[in-house]
């Protein structure tokens, strides 16, 4: 790492609150560009401005590393939050480098990981949108920058990008995101209407007074702005290069996010979106007993590193033909979970690729079959909102991946082995588990993962929490996809209480790619509330008190009771798994439903 130079001057200019457009960038250039003369610029020469946001009268903190703040370049931009603290553009500087870097604070820092304000209510992301086009204008204004601009971003950083391209200056040519969402509504904040608390510091939920249900939190305006909708992917004019993991808590939102995008974006959009998927965590590869090992985690022939190289040329690049090697790439490549070794990475030309829907009927013996059953019957379990059944693994953020002491690391995330969580089925037990027959063929699984449970409970309201593992021959149950619903909320956005009756639980599992290989079983594990990664730990989803209100601690006792998995020809609990299949047709997309219920 090379190390950063700053100058001893650091600018506040305050004089920018009075000035906008070409100005107000111009004077900044200048300003900043002097600091930086006097760094060691043989080194990393580097400056600091806070520059005008949206709002003349809020700065952020910006820092700036050239090839040389004299010449026109194109420019690389990271927004996100303390970037300025935790991104040294050092380590993408180079003499010969053809870009400027700038980096820049979102609004919050260096709070905004630590804070609800301002990120609460309707105030999320609230204002990145406009701040990030205020700044792109800026840049685009500058003296140093040659009209083309690249924005990277990861986790936060990649969600201000994907709110900067829409109806973004068309001096932005690209975004790169990587473990980012651009539906943080449905694939981040709430998973089937069920609060993720890994990712509570945006908006501070959990403890009153700020309580607030999925329900109110659909109607609040900031999603007028954010959810990247077909309409608003319509407004992108970008090329996009989007890297994601099967194991990561936006996975879901950016594989729908870069699809809207390759389908219906603007000029520069459509048909120019790349997508890279590994068997990764939130920015990282879990390891260590229990979890499943994955050679060539790494993408090769061609590597990320080519895809990274090839976005660059396209954005950056002059002449004729820019994004030649660009357009040369896949527009999706993958990584096959337990696929023959050298086999792991494959390419396809749209996500999903054609597939077809093999359906898994759930048994009144505890198995999946491929033939519909013919016998109604139910499997029982109970749900106990003071004592939910716990995760091990899933599709996590990093917070339930932190070991706190003295619990030892790693801690379980992404692929981890479920027997633990088997073995609680007893009479009755907090899970019902129904496992197939040896697979003497296996197959592969390439797409989205849903499953329909039909449920019966006295109880006013519950959650379905799917799980769905690869069963190896030694035993090892490892978790291949997951998901949960909150069954008021199975409709849409207009609350519907259980009556004792057969219920349809759709439950989303979002995507994978896997191999099953032969001699394999497929299994899945049904629970209700989803409890902590690890002794000690919060839950990962909000727990559900089961009495009708949205969370424990607003009153009312939690309830304690049972949930009947039905099976049968006239209440069919079904597991659909896409298999690859050319030229078929893709099975129905099944969104989720944030709209009030017919």
């Not at 209480?497 to 349809?504: D, E, V």
Request: with cysteine; net charge negative; aromatic share 10%.
């Amino acid at each position: 790492m090379k190390e950063k130079h700053r100058s001893n001057t650091k600018l506040a200019i305050i004089g920018l609150r009075l000035l906008a457009g070409s100005v107000a960038a111009a004077f900044i250039a200048f300003g900043v560009a002097s600091s930086s003369s006097v760094a060691n610029t043989s080194s990393c020469p580097s400056g600091s401005a806070e520059w005008p946001s949206s709002d003349p009268d809020i700065m952020l903190e910006t820092d700036f590393y050239w090839t040389s703040p004299f010449i026109q370049h194109p420019v690389l931009v990271f927004r996100a939050c303390n970037a300025t603290q935790k991104i040294d553009g050092c380590n993408f500087w180079d003499p010969s480098q053809a870009y400027h870097v700038v980096v820049q604070d979102i609004r919050g820092s260096p709070e905004c990981a630590n804070t609800p304000t301002p990120f609460i209510g309707d105030l999320l992301y609230k204002f990145d949108q406009d701040d990030g086009h205020t700044f792109i204008d800026g840049v685009n204004d500058s003296t140093w920058c040659n009209g083309n601009i690249g924005m990277e971003g990861t986790s936060n950083g990649g969600i201000v990008s994907y709110l900067a391209a829409v109806d973004a200056d068309p001096s932005l040519r690209g975004i790169q995101t990587s473990y980012a969402t651009g539906d943080l509504l449905n694939y981040g904040l709430f998973n089937g209407g069920v609060l993720h608390k890994e990712i509570l510091y945006p908006v501070d939920l959990a403890q009153p007074p700020n309580q607030i249900s999925w329900k109110d939190y659909v109607g609040l305006g900031i999603w007028d702005k954010y959810l990247i909708t077909d309409q608003d992917a319509g407004r992108t004019h970008v090329a996009g290069l989007h890297v994601g993991g099967w194991f990561d808590v936006f996975g879901q939102g950016l594989l729908d996010t870069s699809s809207r995008m390759q389908k219906n974006g603007g000029f520069g959009s459509v048909n120019n979106q790349k997508v890279v998927i590994g068997p990764w965590i939130h920015t990282g590869v879990t390891g260590g007993d229990g979890y499943l090992a994955f050679p060539s985690p790494t993408p090769t022939n061609p590597s990320l590193l080519d895809y990274d190289s090839a976005w660059k040329q396209c954005v950056f690049g002059a002449g004729p033909t820019p994004c030649a090697a660009w357009g040369q790439l896949k527009a999706v490549k993958v990584y096959r979970i337990n696929a023959t070794p050298g086999t792991e990475w494959t390419t396809y030309d749209t996500w999903p690729p054609p597939s077809k829907e093999v359906k898994f009927y759930f048994t009144s013996t505890h198995g999946l079959s491929g033939d519909p059953p013919r016998v109604n019957g139910q499997q029982s379990f109970m749900s106990d909102p003071a004592n939910p059944c716990p995760t091990l693994g899933g599709t996590n953020n990093l917070n339930s991946c932190i070991s706190p002491s003295p619990v030892p690391s790693p801690m379980p995330c992404g692929s981890f082995d479920q027997r633990p969580i088997e073995n609680r089925q007893v009479t009755p037990g907090d899970v019902v588990v129904f496992t197939s027959d040896s697979l003497p063929n296996g197959g592969t699984v390439v797409g989205r993962i849903h499953a329909d449970i039909y449920i019966k409970t006295s109880l006013p309201d519950v959650d379905v929490f799917v799980r769905m593992t690869d069963v190896f021959p030694d035993g090892h149950s490892m978790l291949m996809a997951q998901g949960i619903q909150r069954a008021r909320y199975r409709n849409g956005a207009c609350p519907q209480l259980l009556t004792n009756q057969a219920t349809l639980i759709p439950v989303d599992l979002s995507s994978t790619a896997w191999v099953l290989q032969p001699g394999h079983k497929l299994r899945v594990i049904v629970s209700a509330s989803a409890g902590p990664n690890h002794p000690g730990g919060d839950p990962i989803y909000s727990v559900n008190p089961q009495n009708g209100d949205e969370y424990i601690g607003l009153g009312h006792l939690p309830r304690v009771g049972t949930i009947n998995v039905l099976v049968g020809p006239s209440q069919q609990s079904v597991l659909f798994v896409p298999q690859p299949l050319p030229m078929s047709t893709p099975p129905d997309r099944r969104p989720p439903k944030p709209t009030p219920c017919p």
